[in-house]
């Protein structure tokens, strides 16, 4: 069974920094696609970065220039650095991945439970 579990989500001031780390574990034969999403309350979820498996990015516009977004395949995770975090970035960030448990198994999407950003003004 595959999991996906987020960490270094927190409080953090207006202009400072986090970094979020999300960690694949049981049995991956591959895995694909890996991104972080995030949900305001009362809004919907977003596309907040994403990156391929050969390490090709994109990025929600408001997050370009701030937040990086990458991978480390001998680990399973990927991360999130954000900085220059602003009121509006504060949400419930979920990563994803799609993964492949075993040869003779379809990839599927996987996803965390999520972790709690919140930035103070």
């Known amino acids: 069974q595959v999991q996906l579990v987020e960490s270094g989500g927190g409080l953090v001031q207006a202009g400072g920094s986090l970094r979020l780390s999300c960690a694949a574990s049981g049995s991956i034969f591959w895995s694909g696609m890996m991104g972080w999403y995030r949900q305001a309350q009362g809004k919907q979820r977003e596309l907040v970065a994403h990156?391929?498996?050969?390490?090709?990015?994109d990025y929600l516009d408001s997050v370009k220039g701030r937040f990086t977004i990458s991978r480390d395949d001998a680990s399973n995770t990927v991360y999130l650095q954000m900085n220059s975090l602003n009121s509006e970035d504060t949400a419930v960030y979920y990563c994803?991945?799609?993964?492949?448990?075993?040869?003779?198994?379809?990839?599927?999407?996987?996803w965390g439970k999520g972790t709690l950003v919140t930035v103070s003004p």
């Open positions: 990156i391929t498996s050969g390490g090709s990015t």
């Open positions: 994803s991945a799609e993964i492949r448990p075993t040869m003779a198994m379809r990839s599927k999407d996987y």
